[in-house]
């Protein structure tokens, strides 16, 4: 599971941004020099791109082409994995206290190992969380803590990520944006899974707390060029050491997505869908689903 931080903190630091002050900023413009991966789904009613998006970026980091702006300005849609609403942020802030935390004398402290614990205690503490506070958590929102407070330690912020940087041009000229899960599915994904697995979740956090900034930089770099091999590389290999994870966080839920998605692409206009470089890599990807489908997918330059 090396590496599979870079792909789980860059999910939770989107779906529960609501735990992290938000910076709103424009990204810098990216010349020639970028090419984001883009895909044209023919077949329906309405005129189809599908979008990889990285989750969170460093500020400044040069991604914004002339054709992303363009492909926004002209689309009467955008679809995203959640549009996190005031009415989003606060089911997610409930589900958090519901789902994240333990009742009845429960403790993290009881559920992990002595080290394990000593270790995930040190690091909320570097990040202001009081062990009386961190131990009420459960493993897989101790680790979404560690994991978010890693990439903003590391200079990523949420607020520079693709979708919401798209979103913000998105809401300035008024045009419909569409969710594809809720809160509550969103939540799910990460919290449906054993206390092991959990454990293996929060170890990863805790093991590579000083180097997500190296991985999620190469992650940054190869998503930034379209370089969908070395995305594949760095996203999905190592998860898939990992089945139950990487079918409840990928497989699933492009499965879940794939009737919106269809929808969507029989709705006259023009649209536009952005959901994690992920869910656009491997057999499983929402590209193949489509394409079994009876769609034609062609891929695009960015």
Avoid: C
């Avoid at 002209?74 to 009742?103: C, K, S």
């Avoid at 944006?177 to 509550?184: F, G, H, M, N």
């Amino acid at each position: 599971m090396h590496r599979l931080l870079a792909f789980v903190a860059t999910l939770i630091a989107t779906a529960l941004l609501a735990f992290s002050p938000a910076r709103a900023a424009e990204a810098a413009d990216a010349g020639s020099a970028a090419s984001p991966a883009l895909w044209a789904v023919d077949g329906g009613q309405g005129q189809v791109v599908i979008m990889g998006s990285i989750h969170l970026l460093k500020p400044g980091t040069p991604w914004l082409t002339n054709r992303l702006q363009s492909m926004v300005a002209g689309a009467d849609t955008i679809a995203v994995e959640i549009d996190r609403t005031p009415a989003a942020n606060a089911r997610i802030q409930a589900l958090m206290q519901e789902r994240g935390f333990y009742a009845n004398g429960g403790s993290l402290e009881a559920t992990l190992p002595p080290q394990l614990y000593r270790g995930a205690v040190a690091i909320a503490g570097m990040l202001g969380i009081p062990e009386q506070q961190f131990r009420r958590f459960r493993p897989w929102a101790a680790s979404m803590v560690i994991g978010l407070g890693a990439v903003i330690k590391a200079g990523f912020d949420p607020a520079h990520g693709v979708e919401e940087t798209l979103l913000r041009l998105a809401r300035q000229d008024g045009k419909a944006i569409v969710s594809l899960e809720t809160a509550d599915e969103v939540v799910a994904a990460l919290a449906d899974h054993p206390d092991s697995l959990q454990a293996d979740m929060l170890r990863q956090a805790v093991d590579e707390f000083d180097t997500v900034d190296a991985m999620l930089s190469e992650l940054t770099a190869a998503w930034v060029t379209g370089d969908m091999a070395a995305l594949e590389t760095l996203l999905l290999d190592r998860m898939k050491e990992s089945p139950a994870f990487y079918r409840t966080l990928i497989v699933e839920r492009n499965r879940a997505w794939l009737p919106q998605v269809k929808t969507i692409l029989e709705t006259p206009g023009r649209h536009v869908v952005m959901v994690g470089a992920a869910h656009l890599l491997g057999d499983d990807n929402l590209l193949k689903m489509l394409e079994a489908a009876g769609y034609k997918v062609r891929r695009i330059e960015g």
